[in-house]
Structure formats: structure tokens, C-alpha cells
């Protein structure tokens, strides 16, 4: 009834309060953590088509949208975030520059750079007081033979990756792949990784073919590629071109009509423009409007490096090295990755573990774990190199003690819970068996 | 016979009476609409259509009007709670997805997640009366039964914020676990339960301190911890049970709110994300996003009684005596 009686000429006191930065409560200088950001400059790679402007700086609004939530975070906590970007020009001495600028004091360091160049800056004896999370790369020796205790890594490796597909593959029933792989270096560890989620999930790999014909779409596409993918009997085409020079051309092309899945078609990735669930539309929305673009995976990977760092930081209340990587590697770290999981790190190789999407140009089909793919510890476990299977004797990232950030009561419910739960067991096995 | 037939007639009428006595309104993210459940026959009675992706609902304190937020609207919707027929609208800003009422009714509070807002409006004259700044997504918020305090939780930032009523100013905050989603006052005011999604815990704050005086982690025995996401959290008006939806471990915690212990967990449908009391508080009925059901749960035993399948994706829930 009040709606009736609604003032016509209501005069809107509108006011905007700013956030109440608690000022008194830190009058003293706020902790400052500092934090680099080091990249190189890249040349545009050939590229099959214009219809995806090549983008210079991925990586860059990740890590700046994520110290600007650490910040607010931190204007109540009493820290300052502050970071320094370094890029690197094309053809220059990123192990220089690194020297020269990244100062003594900055220990956390966000890098968008190949493995080979990321494992010369850690081996540095500069470095040995640093912590490097990688936000690009997604190569598995990084992660086993080839891995560094000073590096974490964001990103979902080759692996985890195949694995996400080949479950998904294994829940649809397409068990009968047929890889196609092209002639770069990253495209054969691709198909690496492919080949061993095909055994780790009971896959059956009909057919393997290498791409060596040309990439030039308008002339031979058409003709090319049913000749190619004709005779074989498969369930899935599984293609292996990180680069994107063929890739694209197989979809409708193909001598039988089926999916393809891989780098091209449905693609196991960490994150997607098309991804909106569990509250991703918001850093989606937050991302475009400051960058003017679709966030990229390597932006999602620098957004989780400093909101990793934010995380532990504010936790430990700590800018000390030591603290925040043992509280990184813990069992308290839980970090918000916008994909329904908690995300954490795995303490025997630094891997960030998260769910891995699959999608397709326009939507997410779906995203692994898949349901019912079961782990003693953590599904999301069931992707990539879990520990039995890690090669990386990272000893002094096993040895780092967690820290136990103190709560209340919770252990000592625990304890007593099991002791609960065996003194039932006693009980029912006493009379079960009198 | 006459006698008899009266008798029946009696009894039919009481019972009609009973039927009549009590209504959940479920929001139905994705249906775009309301759904109307007689909780005590267990039974969907109608779906109305109420306007885009509706999910946070309150019912007025003299449970005339239902307030509904149709986030892809931008609106809070007024409906009549008896013809169920929009009487108006509130300018809540851009997607408002949860909101609170004050208890007199004339304040709503509404989180607008993506402009990091607190609104306040004023219900009466339909108007926005305050914009107040928060940390980054702000979502779960709550106003304290003695109309002192609003809380906004925001989900990046980790924080409790704690709102003066009187000048709409943040006068302190609190530190919680990884995305904190869900904010529910005791009926003394003394303290604050606060869930947290990522870290699977369930604070509980001490008003006058604004400190954490426990952190309760709901591990539930042979569900990973990656399962446990706590969302929605109530507690009794006495103080003796609180109840917290635990997302995709498809369960209700039962806390005793008096040794803040686990007493057990129920076993409810999928994806469970809202709770709300019955108006006598021997119920509570519980949504459930992804079965797509709302859960009935007699109180008194602690057991789940029902399942009324509702529609998709039921959201927000609140019962009507």
C-alpha cells in the first residue's frame, strides 16, 4: 500500500563513501612487499589467419589486476604491494637484465618466459634467494627431470592437460584416437603428453601422422586434408599444433565426420573467454573493462602468481621468503581460481593443481576432473604427474615444514574424532564377534 | 451421519487450515521464475514467472511483500506475497544478487558485486540513499537483529566489513578464509558465522571483539576436502542448532551453537546453496542448484523427511507463515 504514496519530487541524497582504510589503526609505514614482473617482448609468430590479433603483452593485466587486489587487501591488513615491470626487448639478455634490475630486495618474481630461459635465471646464484612463479610455460621435464626448487608454476602442464581430455574421451566412450602432430619441437611433447594419458586412461591410439604438408589454407586444405585423414577408423582426431598453423583447417575437412579435440576443436586449457561458472563472469567482466580484451591463459596464470603471493602475505604477515614459500607449499594455502576448486600447490614439484577446462570456440563443454575419476588425496591429483610418478626430486621444496597458522580446536577435534570412530569400530568388532 | 459429516468437514478445514499456515518461495536461477511449495504436504503447488535470473529473496516483516532480486533485471523486484503479482521495483544497481532487509523492513542492503558497492536503499520511497565502497566482490551480507551492524563478506579481498548503521561508514574489518559467501548474525547479536568457501570452514566472530573466536573445518568422513564449499549458514532463534549448506559435498552441517562442535552431517540434494527456517523454526528447507529439488528437514530428529522437486536451479528461499 505504501507504493501508492511514493513522493514524486524526492530529492536522492546520494552519497559515496569511500573505503574506511582502518588509517588510524596503521599509522606506522605499511609492510612493503615487493614483487617483479619479467618478460620478453616477442616477435609475432606466422599465424594462419588475422582473426585473432596478436596480443604482445599477455600476462601483464593479470599480475596488475591481481596486485591491485592484494592492495585492497592489504589497505586493511597494513601491506603494500608494489610491482615492477620488466620487458625484456626482442634479441636481449633477459639473464642481464634480470641482474641489473631486479633489486637484491625483490624475492618474488612472476616470469612470462620459455622454460629454457625461466631454469637460467633460476640457477643463478642470485637467484637462489628468489621464488620464480612461472605464469606461461606448460612443459612437463619443468616439472620432473628439468624442475628447480625456486620456481612454482601456474599453469597446467602438458600433461594435465591430456589427462583432462582423455578423461572427458573416456566418459563419452571415444576411445579410438587418431593423432595428428605437427613439426615444432612443442608440438611432438604435445603429442608426448597425448600419448601417455592414451595408456594412463585405456585409450587406444589407431593412428599416428605427422602434418608435413603446407600451410597454406586456400590452396590445399580441401584437397589435403581428406586424403590425409582418409582409411583410418577412429572415434576422435586428436591434434597436436601448439602453434595453430593447421590445426584449424581439419574440423569439416576430415575424410569421416568427427570431433577433434587437442590444441585445436575441444581444447584442455586453463583458462577461456567462454568460462562463466563459479563466479569466473566476475574476473572476466573485471579483466575486459582493464585491459580492454579477453583475459588470456597467461594472464590467469600471472593473475594466480600474485594472488598467490597476495595470499601468503597476508596470512603469514610476512615479506619473508622463507615464510611465505612454506605457507605457499602447505596444507592451509587455499586459493580462489574462479574454477570451483580450492587451488594449491603440489609440494613435489611446485605445479599449481587446478581443474583444466575444456572448451570449444564458443562454449565450455565441461571441465576435469570429470566426475567419478576418484583420488585418495585430491581429485584434482588425477591430472598430470602425481607424486608416485614425478621424477623431480625437488628436495628442498619436500623438506620446507608447512607453517600452521593457528586455529582453534580444529586438530584437537580431529584427534579425538578418530579416536571416537576406532573406539566404535573396538565396540562393534567386541560384539560382533562374542 | 450429520454430525459425522460435520466432523469431517472440521477436520478437512483444520487441515486445510494447516496447509494454508505455511508457503516457501524458492527463486529458480534459470526458470526465470518463483516456486511455490506447501512444505507440509511436501508438495510444488505453482511457478510464477518473476524476470531474469532471480536469486536473492527476503519477505517483509509483516510478510505482506517478497523481495526478489532478478539479477539480469537489475532490479529488486516488490511482489505481493499473497497474489504473487510485481507491485514494484528497487534501483539496486547493477546485478544484485544477494541483499538483506533491515529488521523493521524500510532498508534493504543489496552487494553489488561487480562496482565492489554496498547499496542502501531506502524501501519506502524506493530509492538508493547510499553507495558504500567495500573489498573486491562483495556478496554475503547481513544486518544484526538490533539493527546496529551490516556485514558485507567480499569474496577476493577475505574480508568481513563491518557497517555502521546510523552513518553507512566501514568502522572495522575482519580477516576470514579464502571467499568468504554467507553471513548470519545469532539472535543476541553476540556473534557472527561466517562460511568460507574455498577453505571449507565455518568461522564463528565475536561482535564486540570483531575477532575470530573459532574456526570450525567441516571435513566431512570420506568426502575430499576439495568438495566441502560452505555457502549458506542460519542459526536458530534459541541458539541451539546453526545449520550450514555445504555446496557440492551435497550436505547440512548440524552445529550445536552452544559447544560449537559438529554434531552430524545430512545428507540433502546436490549443490546445496540456501537454508531457511520454517516460521517455528521445526523446519528447515534447504535449496539445491544442480538436483534441482528443495530439501525438507524435520528439526526435532534432525533427519531429512523430503525432497519437493522444484525446478532449475533454485537460488534463494525463504517460508511464509
Redesign the interface.
Known sequence: M??MK??VT?I?????????A?GSAYAEPPQIIKISYLTQEQKPPTALSNLDAFIQHKGLMGAKIAVD?NN??GQ??GQKFELTIIIVPVGGDVVQQFQQQVSSDTVLIITNLPAQKLTQLADLDSAKEKLFFDASTTDDDLRNSQCRNNILHMLPSRAMRADALAQYMMKKRWNKWFLVSGMKTEDQLYAQAIRRAANRFGMKLVAEKQWTHTYDARRTAQSDIPVFTQGIDYDVLIVADEQGLFGEYIEYRSWNPRPVAGTQGLVPTAWHKTHEQW?AV?IQ??FKTLAGRNMQEQDYGAYLAARSIG?AV?RTKSNQLSKIKSYLLGDEF???GYK???LSFRSWNGQLRQPVLLAAARSMVTAAPVEGFL?P????DTLGFDQPESSCNKTELEQVKPVIVE????SG??ESRIQN?IQRLKNYYNTKWK | MRQGFLGIALVAMLLGVTVQAETVIVTLEKDNALAVIDPVAGKLIKTIEVGQRPRGIALSPDNKFLYVATSDDNTVKIIDAESYQEVGQLPSGEDPETFALNPAGDRLYVSNEDDYLVTVIDVVNKKAIAEIKVGIEPEGIAVSHDNQWVVSASETTNMIHWIDVKSNTIVDNTLVDPRPRAASFTQDNSQLWVTSEMAGTLMILDVASKQIIKTIKLDIPSVSMDKVQPVGVVIDKERRWGYVAIGPANRVAVINAQTLEVEKFLLVGQRVWNLAFSPDQKRLYTTNGRSNDVSIIDLENHKVVKSVAVGRFPWGIVSKP
Request: net charge negative; charged share 15%.
Open positions: 505504501f507504493l511514493i513522493p524526492q536522492v541524497f546520494f552519497i559515496v563513501i569511500g573505503l574506511v582502518t587486489d585492497t587487501t586493511f591488513t563466479g566476475q567482466n573485471r595470499e597476508v587455499a586459493l580462489q570451483g576448486n580450492p583420488h588425496k585430491t581429485e584434482l586455529k582453534q580446536g580444529t577435534e580431529a570412530f
